[in-house]
């Protein structure tokens, strides 16, 4: 079973220490007002809410269980390890006291009190000049936008903390906001994002064009189609580009002209993912996630799932597949995108491919349907595979979109994406077997949360 590390979100609230580091305290234990004070400390606090996104110390944002979640709730994704909570996740069978929900919760809160501290008091500190304060100031509303959404698609609408709180009491009084009012301000600090940061060409901290490809992500969730267009248009004009092979995505050493945002990790500060997908032995993992047969057949048709052995066959022709799943010696599966167990490859959190198929579904529900396979066989050809027609695919809306969320499902496996697509396009309840449990589609706020803060409501069905 997991282990909790922190505590409850909203009685919770963050200080900078002096030496660099950003540290998360009660709130009526560390004065708010001393931890901005000057141009380094400011400097120390945007890098600290990166590392909250990082999260390599506890596994539980982009390191590990938010990831990890976002995939084993749906269908490419089995649990095969040890983990409790995990596999309550697997069995979509969560529940309020599940500690590992729990820890996502926290620390995606505590990302959140990470960048309201920057946006309440950069304004005030002295020692920036206005092009860094500015760049600082957008490099946090887009934390916060990025983390807002990542909440937003696991629980619906959440409690909208846009300032530290002064006390226990405020802290506890909050209440949660509707969907709309979280998209709402998720899109707001887009806004105020795109408008400040000054950056271009950095994947490691956030850009202009991080800023655009995350508004494409939001506006396809919001199913405003033509304003994921838009977003995704601008986002191409500023150079990015597809890696010319799939695999050069997947190194240690990383570094494409794909990568809009990512997440750096080193040997010291390593994230958990491929200690937790990687087959044990030689293969340098825990094994505890293991991928489904329904993700094999979807990258190798031959692949037949009443085989136990299924992966006798495994022949693909994509060339994305060898680079997502692996195998034993005794043909045991395991998922191959981190590449080692040491954890100290770089994570893509926004990469072009994504963006492409963005606006790919987005002109297929505009009804641009040549549009959205053009768009769709770029990832395609790229993963050699033959261009699709649209007679081929079928010439309709319906054929083009499930052409689309197959390849987003192979080109974007094991990086948090499947259950999310599920639910927004509303196949997660067929997709894995969730009738007479209907209210899975959504988490369910940790129940720690509701003993302290009263007034947030828990999903139905909890």
Known sequence: MRIRRTLPAFLIALALACDNTLTVEPVNEVAADVAIIDAATARAAIAGAYDALQDDANWVYYSGDFNVFSDLSGDDVRHSGTFDTYRSAD??????????????????????????????????????DEDERDDLLGQAYFIRALTYHNLVKLWGGVPLRLTTP??????????????????????????????LIQTDDDPGVATIGAAWALRSRVLLFMEDWAGVVEAADEVEAMGYELATEFEDLFSVEGGTNE???????????????????????GFGGRYELAPTCALASAFDPSVNCANTNFMATWSPDDARAEFSIDTTASLEPFANKYITGDGDDDLHA?????????????????GQLQAAVDDLNRTRVRAGLPAL???????????????????????????????????RTGRAIAAVGLAGKEHQVLYPIPQEELDVAPNITQNPGY
């Open 259 to 281: 990568d809009i945002f990512k997440l750096t990790y080193e040997p010291a500060e390593p994230h958990g993912l491929g200690w937790y997908y990687r087959a044990k032995g």
């Open 350 to 366: 926004i990469r072009f491919a994504e963006v492409i198929l963005n606006r790919a579904e987005a002109y297929a529900r505009l």
């Open 389 to 423: 027609t649209l007679a081929g695919i079928g010439g309709t809306m319906a054929a083009v979109l499930d052409a689309i969320w197959h390849e987003r499902r192979l080109e974007l496996a094991f990086e948090g994406f499947r259950w999310p697509d599920l639910v």
């Open 166 to 195: 002064a006390s226990l009491s405020e802290a506890a009084n909050i209440a949660r906001a509707t969907e709309d009012e979280t998209y709402a301000q998720i899109l707001e600090d887009l806004d105020q994002a795109i408008a």
């Open 91 to 128: 069995r979509n069978t969560l529940s309020a006291a599940n500690g590992t929900i729990l820890d996502i919760w926290e620390q995606l809160y505590a990302t959140i009190n990470r960048a309201n501290v920057i946006i309440e008091k950069l304004p005030g500190v002295p020692g920036l």
